[in-house]
T-cell receptor, first 111, second 112 residues
Framework: AAGVIQSPRHLIKEKRETATLKCYPIPRHDTVYWYQQGPGQDPQFLISFYEKMQSDKGSIPDRFSAQQFSDYHSELNMSSLELGDSALYFC??????????FGPGTRLTVL | GENVEQHPSTLSVQEGDSAVIKCTYSDSASNYFPWYKQELGKRPQLIIDIRSNVGEKKDQRIAVTLNKTAKHFSLHITETQPEDSAVYFCAARGGGADGLTFGKGTHLIIQP
């Protein structure tokens, strides 16, 4: 069965640079979620989109923004990167806010 | 917002024995409680979930119980196997919210 796709899988950036992470949900899933997981920590909810509209907001920094496009894929844009932004970023998708299935994640390293 | 407490942080059991992980939540409006298994560097994988209108759910060796009055839910794994070794996270979704609030995780170690 098709799963959530995330790209890139690994990303290395310098401080103050920008990064864009992409997420392609499972086909026919209409809701996308973004989570951030630091080393040894639990996933922290950042933001979600339902039918291309922002539906819930968690602990997303003002330096980050996200959107969902007409084909339901989503992008997380991160600016003015800080060392503390180094983490695994997971995208999850669901059908109408039901069970969330996680993608493989993007490992972001900020140097 | 929702707050989820998870215990224990580390659990070591002999292969073949049972393991129990417990979570409590704070928001009485929460209505959905999934459990995820995560291996190092990998994605969280859903292993079982329960909704607030159900008290217990079982899937082979895995079961989850929910006590809405006490705002408490638990994961039970029977006949543990070496491949059960991983970090397990409980989570809750509050009423009207989309995002999951996770517990801090339990590192389950299966001793051969």
């Amino acid at each position: 069965a098709a799963g959530v796709i995330q790209s890139p899988r690994h990303l290395i950036k310098e401080k103050r640079e920008t990064a864009t992470l992409k997420c392609y949900p499972i086909p026919r899933h209409d809701t996308v979620y973004w989570y951030q997981q630091g080393p040894g920590q639990d996933p922290q909810f950042l933001i979600s989109f339902y039918e291309k509209m922002q539906s819930d907001k968690g602990s997303i920094p003002d330096r980050f923004s996200a959107q969902q496009f007409s084909d339901y894929h989503s992008e997380l844009n991160m600016s003015s990167l800080e060392l503390g932004d180094s983490a695994l970023y997971f995208c999850a998708s669901s059908a109408s806010t039901d069970t969330q299935y996680f993608g493989p994640g993007t490992r972001l390293t900020v140097l | 917002g929702e707050n989820v407490e998870q215990h224990p942080s580390t659990l070591s059991v002999q292969e073949g024995d049972s393991a129990v992980i417990k979570c409590t939540y704070s928001d009485s409006a929460s209505n959905y409680f999934p459990w995820y298994k995560q291996e190092l560097g990998k994605r969280p994988q859903l292993i079982i979930d329960i909704r607030s209108n159900v008290g217990e759910k079982k899937d082979q060796r895995i079961a989850v119980t929910l006590n809405k009055t006490a705002k408490h839910f638990s994961l039970h794994i029977t006949e543990t196997q070496p491949e059960d070794s991983a970090v397990y996270f409980c989570a809750a979704r509050g009423g009207g919210a989309d995002g999951l609030t996770f517990g801090k995780g339990t590192h389950l170690i299966i001793q051969p």
